[in-house]
């Protein structure tokens, strides 16, 4: 079983940066390609970004292509979303997730295992 423990979220203003980080436990994370969602209140949960396994491709939502990256320490289980000029609309809970395969994935239902998510509000 993969546990995924999420951390760095908080309260920023607009423009902001604010990194996230997801912490795997067990010994097969760089077998996962990992993704990053989020949910803001009253929404369904959204797509923001993905990494394979090894790092090698990676895959962004429009609304944050060019703010948010994405990547993965393989060595330290660590996954990690670095967000840049952070808006308003940024705001809801992040959660990490995991794949039982090395290839990205845009669906939510295509991930298998889930953190609690992490909070993260954006003052306008």
């Known amino acids: 079983q993969v546990h995924l423990v999420e951390s760095g979220g908080g309260l920023v203003q607009s423009g902001d940066s604010l990194t996230l980080s997801c912490r795997s436990s067990?010994?097969?994370?760089?077998?996962?390609?990992m993704g990053w969602f989020r949910q803001a209140p009253g929404k369904e949960r959204e797509f923001v970004a993905t990494?394979?396994?090894?790092?090698?491709?990676?895959h962004y939502r429009d609304s944050v292509k060019g703010r948010f990256t994405i990547s993965r320490n393989n060595a330290e289980n660590t996954l990690y979303l670095q967000m840049n000029s952070l808006e308003h609309e940024d705001t809801a809970v992040y959660y990490c997730a995991a794949r039982n395969t090395a290839t990205i994935a845009i669906p939510s239902r295509l991930y298998d295992h889930w953190g609690r998510g992490t909070q993260v509000t954006v003052s306008a």
């Open positions: 990494i394979s396994a090894i790092g090698g491709t990676t």
């Open positions: 067990g010994r097969t994370f760089s077998s996962y390609a």
